[in-house]
């Protein structure tokens, strides 16, 4: 056996600590994001180790600088800890030299400082959040976010997935969720957003929000107006594709229900749906056939009865399924299989 190599759970959090500086680096490979979700489905424990490194970086990242200089100074050189405190002490060592190196999330001489933070949680894990302005956040499966906190804005970068904020009412800071081309502006209210791909869905809960493009016009152009204010009962839906947006009415136990594990669909794409599914399913649809894609669904999804679903899809959709090794394979029901 190597003797550098440590005891296994050592070797969690010092792998869980090296995945949080990739995921932080601006010129990470593509497929980083997957890699890492793979990652983290394979042990329960990956997911739990990731998330004490991020609430150790989340703490540090709010120190001053020469309260960092010196954790810097004690732990990068690996003190000689107790063997319960290793996997804190690797950790710890991982994050404070990103933030010595650059990677971290909180510039240690602005005269403002910015408080930044990614949140991620793994396939049919969910999270919910404090936030720093004591606004909370609900974390859905396989779900990405990117935070940035000072003392004039609030922003957030939902990359993939869903979630469920309430915010903390402040009128000189709003409250901005950034979802690909969808910029949402809040002050103190609560809504759902969900990613998918480029194209994203918000529900209000309480109170509004105005709905813009998040790069002033991109999405003004596809929707026509500059910007659509949403209030509570309402569900806005910004398809790339489509000619505008669309609006309908949704009750606040429909717009969170995956928050008690149903997924709610309406007059979405299958591929959507698809791709949604997977975000809480261990095993994962594929669409092998493109006129499948465009169908529409609309119902529910509890991912925990997924086989009365997928039994009971080829009623209502033209589709045909079959399970193919550790996944399962949507196909049109109109093509024979080969």
């Known amino acids: 056996m190597n003797s550098r190599k440590v005891n296994d759970e050592s070797g969690v959090v010092q792998t869980a600590a090296d995945w949080w500086t990739r995921l932080r680096d601006p010129h990470r490979d593509e ?19 990731f998330e004490r490194v991020d609430e150790l970086a989340n703490r540090l990242g709010a120190i001053d600088p020469d309260s960092r200089a010196a954790l810097l100074r004690e732990f990068a050189p690996q003190p000689r800890w107790r063997r319960r405190w290793l996997p804190l002490a690797l950790a710890a060592s991982l994050v404070m030299a990103a933030i010595a190196t650059g990677l971290a999330f909180l510039p240690g001489h602005d005269a403002d400082p910015v408080q930044t933070g990614l949140i991620t949680t793994a396939i049919a894990v969910e999270r919910n959040v404090a936030l720093a302005d004591g606004s909370h956040v609900a974390v859905g499966g396989a779900t990405e976010l990117r935070t940035r906190f000072a003392s004039d804005l609030r922003h957030v970068d939902l990359t993939r997935g869903e979630a469920f904020f309430e915010v903390a009412h402040d009128t000189n800071r709003p409250f901005i969720v950034a979802a690909g081309a969808v910029s949402i502006r809040a002050v103190g209210t609560a809504f759902n957003v969900r990613r998918t791909g480029e194209r994203v869905t918000i529900a209000v809960t309480e109170g509004r929000v105005r709905i813009t493009g998040s790069d002033g016009d991109s999405m003004a152009r596809a929707s026509g107006p500059d910007a659509l204010e949403a209030v509570a009962g309402q569900q806005v839906s910004y398809d790339p594709h489509a000619s505008g947006l669309a609006v309908v009415s949704i009750s606040p136990a429909r717009a969170t229900s995956w928050r008690d594990h149903r997924l709610e669909f309406i ?24 006129q499948v894609e465009t169908l529409t669904f609309t119902g529910t999804v509890r991912p925990d009865a997924l086989d009365g679903w997928l039994r009971a899809l080829g009623k209502v959709l033209p589709v045909r399924v079959t399970t193919v090794g550790d996944s399962i394979a949507l196909a049109s029901s109109e093509h024979k299989p080969r």
């Open 31 to 49: 497929d980083a994001a997957a890699r890492w979700l793979d990652w983290t489905a394979a042990d329960p424990a990956r997911i739990d180790a």
């Open 267 to 290: 007059d979405e794409p299958l591929d959507v749906v698809v791709a949604n599914i997977n975000r809480y399913s261990t095993r994962p649809l594929r669409i092998v056939d493109a």
